[in-house]
């Protein structure tokens, strides 16, 4: 087979960090054991002590080994395969393009991650903007080097296809979308229970409220307008209104127009379905000086501990973000270990009052 005329070459110490990390990574030699002596990796290898000492000083430096002077150099007790997590985002936080509350919550969350479970949950963005290279790099690089523990997407990567990082093979991977997709390879699916609005309309049918509204986002319209119907609850269209997240002033506007009528014209229960939109909705209650929860009760979503602010009184259902993390690095770890994990594993519901829901799996592929 004829050659390419560029060849990538290998060097000496390239071979020496390759092997050491590979028996360190696949479990041959596991945390705090021995590692081989640098003068039988000098004959392994027929190269010099200089290149296996620059060779165990990479290790060292990338977390994978720690030297005891004459006693010798062992793998460190929480090498990076197995302490290191990624959370990926796939652009920085900006300005003119705001995250979502759910991602502000997710990477405050992860932040305090070590804190709760001793390991590390590193944030890193994805460059889908072309503007965070850098981070990428960074992540790439801890991807060929394995030193991570497993990757959590906080969207479907689709922006990372063809990619090293997402190409890469013995690094187990989550994302939190609904289902998984045979062009992102072995990426698991994190989900988010869909029970909300029907924990939504049962907590206000179930508090005497027979009129609904709803405000909700536009992506989630025509769900939201169908799980009430199978709930059988009688909503008229228009009291079913939609806003975007990044210009939530127009939800405050939707509800003066809803919320204006007279006793009997207008909804005595509400749910804000996204809680990006519930400080301008409870502003707009607020403003019109509605009595909460005699004349409307209020219902709207929360990512927990990270509820968004109200002006009135609510009742906040949503999901706990430090379940959402636990329940993806759980799966990555049983992926790790190479035991079965289903396709999607959904986060449950949970309201202000509770603290924990039990995780509940999809039927495992047979």
């Not at 990338?62 to 090498?79: D, L, M, Q, Y």
Request: aromatic share 6%; glycine share 10%; with cysteine.
């Amino acid at each position: 087979m004829k050659k390419g005329k560029y060849q990538v070459r290998i060097t000496p110490k390239r071979l020496v960090v390759d092997h050491i990390r590979s028996l360190i990574v696949s479990g041959r030699i596991g945390p705090g054991m021995r590692l081989p002596t640098r003068t039988e990796l000098e004959r392994l290898f027929k190269t010099s002590p200089v290149t296996v000492q620059r060779a165990f000083d990479q290790l060292t430096e990338e977390g994978f080994v720690i030297s005891e002077g004459r006693r010798g150099t062992f793998v460190a007790k929480n090498p990076p395969h197995l302490e290191r997590y990624a959370i990926v985002f796939p652009y920085r936080n900006r300005p003119e393009r705001p995250w979502s509350h759910f991602w502000t919550a997710l990477s405050a969350e992860a932040g305090g991650f070590r804190l709760r479970n001793g390991h590390d949950l590193i944030s890193f963005f994805g460059n889908e903007t072309h503007l965070d290279l850098e981070s990428y790099r960074v992540l790439e690089t801890d991807v060929l080097s394995h030193r991570l523990a497993g990757i959590i997407f906080v969207s479907k990567p689709f922006y990372l296809k063809g990619s090293a990082v997402l190409g890469a093979e013995g690094i187990p991977k989550v994302a939190l979308m609904p289902h998984t997709d045979p062009e992102l390879g072995g990426v698991k699916a994190v989900a988010m229970e869909p029970r909300l609005i029907e924990a939504a309309v049962r907590a206000l049918v179930g508090s005497g409220r027979r009129r609904i509204g709803v405000i909700t986002v536009p992506q989630m319209w025509e769900e939201v307008t169908r799980e009430l119907g199978m709930l059988g609850v009688e909503v008229p269209l228009h009291w079913v209104q939609a806003a975007s997240p990044e210009a939530p002033g127009a939800a405050g506007n939707m509800v003066k127009l809803l919320m204006g009528g007279g006793e009997g014209n207008r909804p005595d229960g509400l749910f804000v379905s996204d809680d990006n939109l519930v400080p301008s909705v409870t502003d707009a209650i607020a403003e019109l000086g509605l009595k909460v929860p005699g004349e409307v009760m209020v219902v709207a979503h929360a990512n927990f501990p990270h509820p968004t602010r109200s002006a009135v009184e609510a009742m906040r259902l949503g999901y706990d973000v430090r379940q959402v993390i636990e329940v993806c690095v759980g799966i990555l770890d049983r992926m790790r270990r190479g035991e079965p994990v289903p396709e999607v594993t959904y986060v449950p519901v949970v309201s202000g009052l509770e603290k924990r829901a039990e995780v509940r799996d999809e039927t495992l592929p047979a």
